[in-house]
């Protein structure tokens, strides 16, 4: 079914279209906040924010954008929300707390994955946002843009800049190892 008309059938109750356009778009959703919070204990509750937001919100979708654009959109606010209130009540991170099962995990990761994942960390939200929206979820800038609230040329800029630092950093990395 067309997410359109799936979108359509949510904004009139169906909740049998709901759990389908759950299932559709959950876990893409979940990637999405992963690569972007960076904040394991905030995603099943901003997972459960967008898709609160969707059911009471799918009538006021516009057809001009894409479903996908619109739903992660709705991710990227209720994300930066859950941040802002994790921030504000100092909640402690729980992989600030790294026991030996999270040192298994880091030792075994491939070392190319490791300092990809290091050098996007040391981006700005914004600019890994662009990053993670582009090269792995395959979205255009014009798509970008929708999701995060920005005209078109403030996601290329940020696009720009972050190219720019990855390279640096993946660079000297290079080096350092060399």
Partial sequence: MDDAVL?????????PAFESLYRRYGPRVRRFL???TRRPHLIDEILNDTMLVIWRSAGTFK???AVSTWILGIAWRRGLKAIARADRS????????AGPANLEEHVFRNELRAQLEHALE?????????????YFEGYSCREIAGIVGCPVDT??????????RLKALLTDRKEHEA
Wanted: proline share 4%; aromatic share 2%.
């Fill in 63 to 65: 057809v001009k954008s």
């Fill in 34 to 36: 992963e690569q972007r």
């Fill in 155 to 164: 996601v290329k800029t940020r696009m720009f800049h972050a190219r720019r």
């Fill in 90 to 97: 100092n909640a402690l991170d729980p992989d600030e707390c």
């Fill in 122 to 134: 040391s981006l700005s939200p914004e600019q890994r946002t662009v990053v993670v929206l582009t």
């Fill in 7 to 15: 979108i359509g059938r949510v904004a009139r109750g169906d909740v």
